[in-house]
């Protein structure tokens, strides 16, 4: 089992950043590759993207390219995902999301998610 604990939601204005942080805990956590999603209201889950469990491998959806980045620090067991350039439609919840084997994109394909955190994005 791996809990995940996802953080660094908030408001900022367009144009802004915000750093989010997904903390795991449970037997191999680092092994697990890592994912983000969000959710906006009414809408589907959308990829953001997603880091290998060694972090040599990222890949990421079309809203993140350019202005995202994904990283990792296995040794704190936690994955980050770094937003420049916020625009008002990144607003949404966030999660991260793990499992096991090679990246993948789709939301079925994770076997562990976070609770969500809130990112709002003001013109």
């Known amino acids: 089992q791996v809990q995940l604990v996802e953080s660094g939601g908030g408001l900022v204005q367009a144009g802004g950043s915000l750093r989010l942080s997904c903390a795991a805990s449970?037997?191999?956590?680092?092994?697990?590759?890592t994912g983000w999603f969000r959710q906006a209201p009414g809408k589907e889950r959308e990829f953001v993207g997603a880091?290998?469990?060694?972090?040599?491998?990222?890949y990421y959806g079309d809203s993140a390219k350019g202005r995202f980045t994904i990283s990792r620090d296995n040794a704190k067991n936690t994955v980050y995902l770094q937003m420049n350039s916020l625009k008002p439609e990144d607003t949404a919840v966030y999660y991260c999301?793990?499992?096991?084997?090679?990246?993948?994109?789709?939301?079925?394909?994770?076997?562990?998610w976070g609770q969500g955190t809130q990112v709002t994005v003001s013109s």
């Open positions: 880091i290998s469990w060694s972090g040599k491998s990222t």
């Open positions: 449970g037997r191999t956590a680092s092994s697990y590759a």
């Open positions: 999301a793990a499992k096991t084997g090679n990246i993948r994109v789709r939301p079925y394909e994770y076997d562990y």
